[in-house]
């Protein structure tokens, strides 16, 4: 049944469970649009064969009465409210920070996309994630809006200069899937695609170890060294010492008590929007001193200290994280601003 | 110019229908500031310290004085309706003018707002030496901000001098008499619009 | 006080001088309001001065519209058209700087989601 | 105000002196009947050029890849197409030319309260027009009619000469608004009183007040845009701590509202309509006229719709999504209402009420469409596809341009005198509604599967479906053209039609038509009601419709 309704509405394969209730909504909804307006047009013509006349004769004057406009209108309203209500809450899903999640950093330009893996590699367009993991997005824009566009996953999250934003996806089925960019940003905004390429665990396994051959130091390492060339250990430690700010240790997956008394759990998303716009979330009894890294701390570098902070928690027990190596882009000549006061 | 169009069917009418549509633009003016409120509002949750320090930066006194000046001229618009409408047609010529001058002088004291500022290397934008000084903040949207907004009201201030000498005009040519005053009264309600905007402006953009 | 203002004397039916009176009040009230303002401005009222600021804004700015622009003797035609126009500014603000304010934060998750138990250490990649 | 107004302005100076008189009797005309027929022109003529741009971008997605034109070439054609359609066509039209022709008869005036304001406003639109089309047609422009910041700060086109004559558009569009504010106000004839009103002037009441709230809004942000593309003022630049997603946040104020500047003119004429063809009165005339109020307010209040991927906080998309959700119930009440009117009515078919029922089912499906973009998970694949072009399409089109119909065929005895064929315009209705419906109901189905818009080229999968738009739009433009010439015919060479041909109740008919030049030879007491359909008209025969049919 699901099976052919998609196929009638024309819709792509459905990637992960989210989408396919997206889909059941859709049908209800889309459903209701079609019964409603044939009902009303069949309506209508009814009432102009029904009354049709040749000769125009004077009419009864009628008036509604308002208790039963009333409950017209209630119960319109209460079924829009509805699909509200399940709208909404799917709609969340997407923003929802997902325990697990297999982290890519997406960078969008004019007119291509790339993807940054937790490992530090990058690829152009093609984008290459295991099955079964829930996947996280973390993106921005080196000039105009983008908008990231997952017509399988029934996802889409404009990708925005100047701000990180996050797009939570779930697991997928294996499969390939296209990628748009859905927000116009120029003459080859129609070519702006890529490729989502969901893997089962073991072929994506053998795809990691196929790839990346010359690289010469882990994606931690290198976090370590630009956490040191940005300043950050004047006032962060590794070592569980508080410092200016709160220490690095242990610091992911945990849970964070923000000073308006919210609580956010530290991923990927939370790590980098802590250094792009460190006033947003200030954490409970520090001071909001932190300068913004925005535009002086290039993106493959970000994801390497995101890694860093990381490994950060499993150091005591498993020293020395035996991640693929990696290969990170020069810093970014791009960058508008200098970090220096 | 006679004082009913024909097709009016009461002079009460006629006067009911010119304060009207004043007020009705009025409102429209006031949605095109809405969007500045609003943007200043925004802004300043994302910058709440720059914009505590752009405000410590801005020119308190001649802002302040500004607003005194303001607040003045509008006293003299509302008592020049008032005589006219007591037919001293006189008084309420001179009331009209130094409203206007109070405009005028409004409009100089704000160029030497704008001079200060530039000499600061303050330019809308983010552009100029101080930015490059201050380049770890964001002080960029609160000075844009404040040379948009100040500037779109002084070009209304301008506009509000242009309408009142032009009521002033034909008020000395008799065209108004205390029976027939409603465009003088519009002409002053549009003034106490930019009063009345300036009002907010002033503490957002000069005091706190 | 009377003679040092223009526009008012002492001339004229009382009702009228009552008038004029009351606009040159009204106006000498604008201007202590204003020094108010700008006095409390020295303090270190911190979070505290903008509120402040905007509330003093309020009174003068009711000041103008009453007196100055006779709002309350205009018709309600006239008066509804004036408080539509300050609701859609309002609107307009009120939403915008809502986004602002609680952008990045997902308050709405029922709260055994949001408390998650630390993360398993091979978070980053697959098996 | 009495005083000539003389005129300075040679229209044509070589001309012989008749044809000047006649220019100058028209061009500066103060009457609202003329200037409603002047305005009624140049929308139509804006209709014309914005369809030409449309038939353009259906030829080009004839096939996958390059058609007839460049990708450059595409961007400026879709900018072109929005921005002639929404700012020079469809705002405008029903409200400057059926409302300034219809108002004043309709509340029993001689003229509009501002007459010389009402010919200023037509020039100001005339000049803006011709500003922002040489722009666009010289300089190009595509930045598409939401002008998105960056995109727009530095996209290398005319951004800054477009976005100013748009802005002198809004102007107009502002007088127009307070003038028929003040219009409705003070100038009805003394025994109409607010709930004896017509509801087309209703529903230009409602209009009006959106028209002069929303617009500044609209006119500030395009003078951000255009400082920071002149002058790199950078408030929404990222990279000095702008927002763009706040640029949004200001269009959208505007342009969501705008929207029901569009269909509340179009639902007035379908109120109207329905009614006279129905010989009865609205099921409900007070919720017509709470509607149209409902949707005047809390259509400035959904405006984030437009925004739940942009990056807005999921507290705002969720208010702005359940926001969407109440007004969209007003239109509901509407659509009710008047299939209710139908019921126990005497009904006269006539090709104003073939456009109707095109309207109604049109409109319900492309309303309903809306709602489900509102849905807020379902957007998250919707938005920025095709689904959401065909939504406003069928709304815009299948319900405003379908009620523009509707209305030039209504009104056409009434500012004529004469009558059109029946047999064409049905035959027109029939060819618009099959041809809209071929043209875009296939790109609902684009959307679902995917296909964003504003794409030159796309994935050879989406053929079939593209291709049948395409052939859609070329039955629709025939239907059009067809239901033109056929307006065009009757113009020269219709039958007279009869003061009333449709034995409408309507204030407006209650004098002659075409009406004389102050409209009214003695404004009538207005005793009988509106929509009183109770009784027969002593004087008026109740007449065999038949007869009405022009040979
Ligand atoms: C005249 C123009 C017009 C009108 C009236 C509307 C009306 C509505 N619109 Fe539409 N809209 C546009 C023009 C219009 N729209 C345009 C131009 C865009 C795109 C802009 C761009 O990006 O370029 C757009 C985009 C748009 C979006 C953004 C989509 C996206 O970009 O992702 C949304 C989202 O919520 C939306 C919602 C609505 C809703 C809820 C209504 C409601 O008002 C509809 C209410 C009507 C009904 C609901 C029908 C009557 C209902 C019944 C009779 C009930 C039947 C009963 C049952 C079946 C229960 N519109
Ligand atoms: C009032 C609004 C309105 C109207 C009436 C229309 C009418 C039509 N539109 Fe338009 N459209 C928009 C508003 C409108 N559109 C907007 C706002 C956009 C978004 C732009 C953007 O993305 O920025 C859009 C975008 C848009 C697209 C998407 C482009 C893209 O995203 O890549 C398409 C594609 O098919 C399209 C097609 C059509 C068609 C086929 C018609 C047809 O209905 C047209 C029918 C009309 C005619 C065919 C004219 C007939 C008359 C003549 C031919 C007369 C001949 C001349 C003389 C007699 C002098 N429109
Ligand atoms: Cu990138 Cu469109
Ligand atoms: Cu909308």
Redesign the pocket.
Same mark, same amino acid.
């Given at each position: 049944m699901y099976e052919l309704l998609r196929r009638l509405f024309f819709l792509p394969r459905a990637a992960t469970e989210l989408a396919r209730a997206i889909d059941a909504l859709h049908f209800v909804v889309i459903g209701?649009?079609l019964?409603?307006?044939l @009902?009303?047009a069949a309506a209508a013509i009814w009432l102009i064969t029904r009354y049709r006349s040749d000769v125009v004769r004077p009419t009864p004057h009628q008036s509604a009465r308002a208790s039963r406009e009333w409950l017209l209108a209630l @119960?319109?309203v209460s079924?829009?409210l509805a699909a509200w209500v399940v709208g909404y809450k799917q709609f969340l899903r997407f923003h929802e920070p997902a325990p697990n999640a297999f982290t890519v950093y997406v960078t969008a330009k004019q007119w291509m996309w790339k993807f940054t893996y937790p490992d530090g590699r990058s690829t152009t367009d093609i984008l290459t994630v295991p099955e079964d993991q829930p996947l996280e997005l973390v993106m921005t824009s080196r000039d105009v809006i983008h908008s990231f566009y997952l017509p399988g996953f029934r996802a889409k999250q404009d990708v925005l200069p100047g701000r990180y934003v996050t797009l939570s996806l779930g697991a997928a089925r294996a499969g390939n899937y296209r990628i748009s960019c859905a927000e116009y940003c120029g003459i080859s905004h129609y070519a702006m695609s890529g490729e989502l390429r969901v893997l089962p665990a073991r072929e994506f396994q053998a795809w990691l170890e196929a790839g990346s051959p010359d690289q010469n130091s882990s994606l931690v390492e290198l976090g370590r060294t630009a956490s040191a060339r940005h300043g950050c250990f004047a006032c962060h430690t590794d070592d569980g010492q508080t410092h200016v700010g709160p220490t690095w240790s242990g610091l992911f997956g945990s849970e964070v008590l923000l000073a308006d008394g919210t609580r956010v759990l530290a991923d990927a998303a939370y790590l980098t929007r802590s250094m792009m716009d460190p006033q947003a979330e200030i954490v409970a009894g520090f001071q909001p001193v932190m300068p913004t890294y925005l535009g002086s701390l290039p993106q493959p570098e970000a994801a390497a200290i995101v890694e860093y902070i990381r490994s950060l928690r499993r150091a005591e027990r498993e020293p020395n994280p035996t991640l693929p190596t990696v290969q990170v882009a020069p810093p970014d000549a791009g960058a508008t601003r200098s970090s220096a006061p | 110019m006679s004082e009913l169009a024909d097709h009016f069917d009461s002079p009460e009418r006629q006067a009911h229908a010119a304060r009207l549509g004043m007020w009705v633009f009025l409102g429209s003016e006031l949605l095109l500031f809405a969007g500045l409120f609003t943007l200043y509002g925004a802004y300043r949750t994302k910058f709440p310290a720059e914009f505590a320090e752009g405000v410590r930066h801005s020119t308190k006194l001649l802002g302040s004085l500004n607003t005194a000046i303001l607040l003045v001229s509008s006293s003299f618009a509302a008592l020049a309706v008032e005589q006219l409408r007591r037919a001293r047609r006189g008084r309420a010529l001179g009331l009209l003018l130094a409203t206007q001058a109070c405009g005028v002088v409004f409009l100089v004291l704000k160029f030497i707002e704008y001079s200060k500022h530039f000499a600061l290397g303050i330019y809308p934008g983010g552009q100029g030496r101080f930015f490059a000084a201050h380049a770890s903040a964001h002080f960029e949207p609160f000075w844009t901000l404040y040379f948009l907004t100040t500037g779109l009201h002084a070009l209304h201030v301008a506009v509000g001098i242009l309408v009142l000498a032009f009521t002033t005009l034909a008020l000395g040519r008799g065209s108004f008499g205390p029976k027939f005053i409603h465009p003088v009264h519009n002409a002053t309600l549009y003034w106490h619009l930019v009063d009345l905007i300036w009002i907010f402006v002033w503490p957002l953009y000069y005091l706190a | 006080m009377a003679p040092l203002l223009p526009g008012v004397d002492d001339s004229g039916s009382g009702s009228e001088q009552a008038h004029a009176r009351k606009l040159a009040l009204a106006g000498l009230a604008l201007l202590a309001l204003a020094g108010l303002s700008f006095g409390l401005s020295y303090l270190r009222l911190a979070a505290w001065a903008l509120p402040i600021a905007l509330l003093i804004a309020l009174a003068k700015a009711s000041l103008v519209l009453g007196c100055f622009m006779e709002f309350w003797r205009e018709a309600v035609s006239v008066r509804l058209a004036a408080l539509t126009a300050l609701v859609m500014l309002l609107l307009l603000a009120t939403f915008t700087i809502a986004d602002v304010a609680t952008r990045e934060r997902p308050p709405l998750l029922p709260p055994e989601q949001a408390a998650l138990t630390p993360l398993t250490p091979t978070g980053a990649l697959p098996p | 105000m009495t005083t000539t107004f003389e005129p300075e302005l040679r229209v044509v100076p070589s001309a012989p002196p008749r044809v000047r008189d006649l220019a100058r009797e028209w061009l500066l005309t103060r009457d609202h009947k003329r200037i409603g027929i002047l305005y009624f022109a140049a929308t139509s003529l804006a209709l014309a050029l914005g369809g030409t741009f449309a038939l353009l971008l259906r030829i080009e997605h004839l096939t996958p890849g390059p058609t007839i034109v460049s990708p450059a070439t595409y961007d400026r054609l879709f900018t072109l197409h929005?921005v002639t359609m929404?700012w020079l066509f469809?705002i405008p039209s029903i409200p400057t030319a059926f409302g300034n022709y219809l108002v004043p008869l309709q509340i029993g005036a001689r003229e509009v309260a501002f007459p010389r304001l009402n010919l200023l406003s037509f020039w100001i639109y005339v000049f803006g027009a011709a500003f922002v089309l040489c722009a666009m047609g010289l300089g190009g422009l595509d930045t598409?009619?939401?002008f998105y910041v960056p995109y727009s700060s530095s996209a290398p086109s005319a951004v800054v000469p477009t976005l100013v004559g748009i802005f002198i558009v809004g102007w107009s569009t502002i007088l127009t608004g307070v003038n028929f504010i003040v219009t409705i106000h003070t100038m009805r004839a003394r025994s109409v009183s607010w709930m004896r009103l017509p509801l087309f002037t209703w529903a230009i009441y409602g209009t009006s007040i959106i028209q002069v709230l929303a617009t500044p809004v609209l006119g500030l942000s395009l003078l951000i845009v255009m400082l920071d593309h002149a002058f790199s003022w950078g408030l929404f630049d990222a990279a000095r701590g702008g927002d763009p997603v706040l640029y949004q946040h200001l269009f959208w104020f505007y342009?969501?509202p705008a929207?029901?500047i569009?269909?509340l003119p179009?639902m007035g004429v379908i109120s109207e309509v329905v009614s006279t063809f129905a010989h009865k009165n609205p099921h409900s005339y007070r919720a017509i006229v709470y509607a149209t109020l409902g949707?005047a307010f809390v259509?400035f209040l959904?405006w984030g719709?437009?925004m739940?991927?942009a990056g807005m906080s999921v507290f705002d998309a969720g208010a702005f999504?359940v926001l969407?959700?109440l007004?969209?119930?007003?239109?509901?009440i509407?659509?009710?209402t008047w299939v209710a009117t139908l019921r126990n009515g005497s009904i006269m078919l006539k090709t104003p009420l073939l456009y109707v029922f095109a309207f109604l089912f049109l409109?319900?499906f492309?309303?309903?469409s809306?709602?489900a973009?509102?849905t807020m998970s379902l957007?998250v694949h919707?938005?920025?596809t095709y689904f959401?072009v065909a939504?406003?399409h069928f709304?815009?089109v299948g319900?405003?341009l379908t009620a523009w119909l509707a209305a030039l065929h209504y009104w056409f005895p009434k500012v004529t005198g004469r009558s059109y064929s029946e047999r064409v315009g049905m035959l027109a209705a029939v060819l618009v509604s099959a041809g809209f419906f071929a043209t875009f109901f296939p790109q609902f189905l684009l959307g679902n599967a995917g296909m964003p818009r504003r794409y030159y080229s796309y994935p050879p999968e989406f053929t079939a479906l593209n291709v049948a738009s395409t052939l859609g739009s070329w039955l629709l433009a025939s239907g059009l053209l067809l239901a033109l010439f056929g307006l065009a015919h009757a113009f020269l060479f219709g039958p007279p039609s009869g003061d009333n041909p449709w034995r409408s109740r309507c204030f407006e008919w209650r004098t002659a038509s075409p009406p004389p030049t102050h409209d009214f030879e003695q404004v009538p007491s207005f005793e009988l009601d509106a929509y009183d359909y109770t009784t027969p008209w002593p004087e008026e025969p109740s007449l065999d419709s038949s007869a009405e049919e022009p040979s």
């Amino acid at each position: 049944m699901y099976e052919l309704l998609r196929r009638l509405f024309f819709l792509p394969r459905a990637a992960t469970e989210l989408a396919r209730a997206i889909d059941a909504l859709h049908f209800v909804v889309i459903g209701t649009t079609l019964l409603g307006s044939l @009902a009303i047009a069949a309506a209508a013509i009814w009432l102009i064969t029904r009354y049709r006349s040749d000769v125009v004769r004077p009419t009864p004057h009628q008036s509604a009465r308002a208790s039963r406009e009333w409950l017209l209108a209630l @119960a319109v309203v209460s079924a829009f409210l509805a699909a509200w209500v399940v709208g909404y809450k799917q709609f969340l899903r997407f923003h929802e920070p997902a325990p697990n999640a297999f982290t890519v950093y997406v960078t969008a330009k004019q007119w291509m996309w790339k993807f940054t893996y937790p490992d530090g590699r990058s690829t152009t367009d093609i984008l290459t994630v295991p099955e079964d993991q829930p996947l996280e997005l973390v993106m921005t824009s080196r000039d105009v809006i983008h908008s990231f566009y997952l017509p399988g996953f029934r996802a889409k999250q404009d990708v925005l200069p100047g701000r990180y934003v996050t797009l939570s996806l779930g697991a997928a089925r294996a499969g390939n899937y296209r990628i748009s960019c859905a927000e116009y940003c120029g003459i080859s905004h129609y070519a702006m695609s890529g490729e989502l390429r969901v893997l089962p665990a073991r072929e994506f396994q053998a795809w990691l170890e196929a790839g990346s051959p010359d690289q010469n130091s882990s994606l931690v390492e290198l976090g370590r060294t630009a956490s040191a060339r940005h300043g950050c250990f004047a006032c962060h430690t590794d070592d569980g010492q508080t410092h200016v700010g709160p220490t690095w240790s242990g610091l992911f997956g945990s849970e964070v008590l923000l000073a308006d008394g919210t609580r956010v759990l530290a991923d990927a998303a939370y790590l980098t929007r802590s250094m792009m716009d460190p006033q947003a979330e200030i954490v409970a009894g520090f001071q909001p001193v932190m300068p913004t890294y925005l535009g002086s701390l290039p993106q493959p570098e970000a994801a390497a200290i995101v890694e860093y902070i990381r490994s950060l928690r499993r150091a005591e027990r498993e020293p020395n994280p035996t991640l693929p190596t990696v290969q990170v882009a020069p810093p970014d000549a791009g960058a508008t601003r200098s970090s220096a006061p | 110019m006679s004082e009913l169009a024909d097709h009016f069917d009461s002079p009460e009418r006629q006067a009911h229908a010119a304060r009207l549509g004043m007020w009705v633009f009025l409102g429209s003016e006031l949605l095109l500031f809405a969007g500045l409120f609003t943007l200043y509002g925004a802004y300043r949750t994302k910058f709440p310290a720059e914009f505590a320090e752009g405000v410590r930066h801005s020119t308190k006194l001649l802002g302040s004085l500004n607003t005194a000046i303001l607040l003045v001229s509008s006293s003299f618009a509302a008592l020049a309706v008032e005589q006219l409408r007591r037919a001293r047609r006189g008084r309420a010529l001179g009331l009209l003018l130094a409203t206007q001058a109070c405009g005028v002088v409004f409009l100089v004291l704000k160029f030497i707002e704008y001079s200060k500022h530039f000499a600061l290397g303050i330019y809308p934008g983010g552009q100029g030496r101080f930015f490059a000084a201050h380049a770890s903040a964001h002080f960029e949207p609160f000075w844009t901000l404040y040379f948009l907004t100040t500037g779109l009201h002084a070009l209304h201030v301008a506009v509000g001098i242009l309408v009142l000498a032009f009521t002033t005009l034909a008020l000395g040519r008799g065209s108004f008499g205390p029976k027939f005053i409603h465009p003088v009264h519009n002409a002053t309600l549009y003034w106490h619009l930019v009063d009345l905007i300036w009002i907010f402006v002033w503490p957002l953009y000069y005091l706190a | 006080m009377a003679p040092l203002l223009p526009g008012v004397d002492d001339s004229g039916s009382g009702s009228e001088q009552a008038h004029a009176r009351k606009l040159a009040l009204a106006g000498l009230a604008l201007l202590a309001l204003a020094g108010l303002s700008f006095g409390l401005s020295y303090l270190r009222l911190a979070a505290w001065a903008l509120p402040i600021a905007l509330l003093i804004a309020l009174a003068k700015a009711s000041l103008v519209l009453g007196c100055f622009m006779e709002f309350w003797r205009e018709a309600v035609s006239v008066r509804l058209a004036a408080l539509t126009a300050l609701v859609m500014l309002l609107l307009l603000a009120t939403f915008t700087i809502a986004d602002v304010a609680t952008r990045e934060r997902p308050p709405l998750l029922p709260p055994e989601q949001a408390a998650l138990t630390p993360l398993t250490p091979t978070g980053a990649l697959p098996p | 105000m009495t005083t000539t107004f003389e005129p300075e302005l040679r229209v044509v100076p070589s001309a012989p002196p008749r044809v000047r008189d006649l220019a100058r009797e028209w061009l500066l005309t103060r009457d609202h009947k003329r200037i409603g027929i002047l305005y009624f022109a140049a929308t139509s003529l804006a209709l014309a050029l914005g369809g030409t741009f449309a038939l353009l971008l259906r030829i080009e997605h004839l096939t996958p890849g390059p058609t007839i034109v460049s990708p450059a070439t595409y961007d400026r054609l879709f900018t072109l197409h929005g921005v002639t359609m929404v700012w020079l066509f469809l705002i405008p039209s029903i409200p400057t030319a059926f409302g300034n022709y219809l108002v004043p008869l309709q509340i029993g005036a001689r003229e509009v309260a501002f007459p010389r304001l009402n010919l200023l406003s037509f020039w100001i639109y005339v000049f803006g027009a011709a500003f922002v089309l040489c722009a666009m047609g010289l300089g190009g422009l595509d930045t598409g009619w939401t002008f998105y910041v960056p995109y727009s700060s530095s996209a290398p086109s005319a951004v800054v000469p477009t976005l100013v004559g748009i802005f002198i558009v809004g102007w107009s569009t502002i007088l127009t608004g307070v003038n028929f504010i003040v219009t409705i106000h003070t100038m009805r004839a003394r025994s109409v009183s607010w709930m004896r009103l017509p509801l087309f002037t209703w529903a230009i009441y409602g209009t009006s007040i959106i028209q002069v709230l929303a617009t500044p809004v609209l006119g500030l942000s395009l003078l951000i845009v255009m400082l920071d593309h002149a002058f790199s003022w950078g408030l929404f630049d990222a990279a000095r701590g702008g927002d763009p997603v706040l640029y949004q946040h200001l269009f959208w104020f505007y342009s969501h509202p705008a929207v029901y500047i569009m269909i509340l003119p179009a639902m007035g004429v379908i109120s109207e309509v329905v009614s006279t063809f129905a010989h009865k009165n609205p099921h409900s005339y007070r919720a017509i006229v709470y509607a149209t109020l409902g949707i005047a307010f809390v259509g400035f209040l959904t405006w984030g719709h437009h925004m739940f991927v942009a990056g807005m906080s999921v507290f705002d998309a969720g208010a702005f999504g359940v926001l969407s959700m109440l007004v969209a119930v007003f239109s509901a009440i509407k659509v009710f209402t008047w299939v209710a009117t139908l019921r126990n009515g005497s009904i006269m078919l006539k090709t104003p009420l073939l456009y109707v029922f095109a309207f109604l089912f049109l409109f319900v499906f492309g309303g309903m469409s809306g709602v489900a973009v509102a849905t807020m998970s379902l957007d998250v694949h919707w938005h920025d596809t095709y689904f959401v072009v065909a939504h406003f399409h069928f709304i815009m089109v299948g319900g405003a341009l379908t009620a523009w119909l509707a209305a030039l065929h209504y009104w056409f005895p009434k500012v004529t005198g004469r009558s059109y064929s029946e047999r064409v315009g049905m035959l027109a209705a029939v060819l618009v509604s099959a041809g809209f419906f071929a043209t875009f109901f296939p790109q609902f189905l684009l959307g679902n599967a995917g296909m964003p818009r504003r794409y030159y080229s796309y994935p050879p999968e989406f053929t079939a479906l593209n291709v049948a738009s395409t052939l859609g739009s070329w039955l629709l433009a025939s239907g059009l053209l067809l239901a033109l010439f056929g307006l065009a015919h009757a113009f020269l060479f219709g039958p007279p039609s009869g003061d009333n041909p449709w034995r409408s109740r309507c204030f407006e008919w209650r004098t002659a038509s075409p009406p004389p030049t102050h409209d009214f030879e003695q404004v009538p007491s207005f005793e009988l009601d509106a929509y009183d359909y109770t009784t027969p008209w002593p004087e008026e025969p109740s007449l065999d419709s038949s007869a009405e049919e022009p040979s």
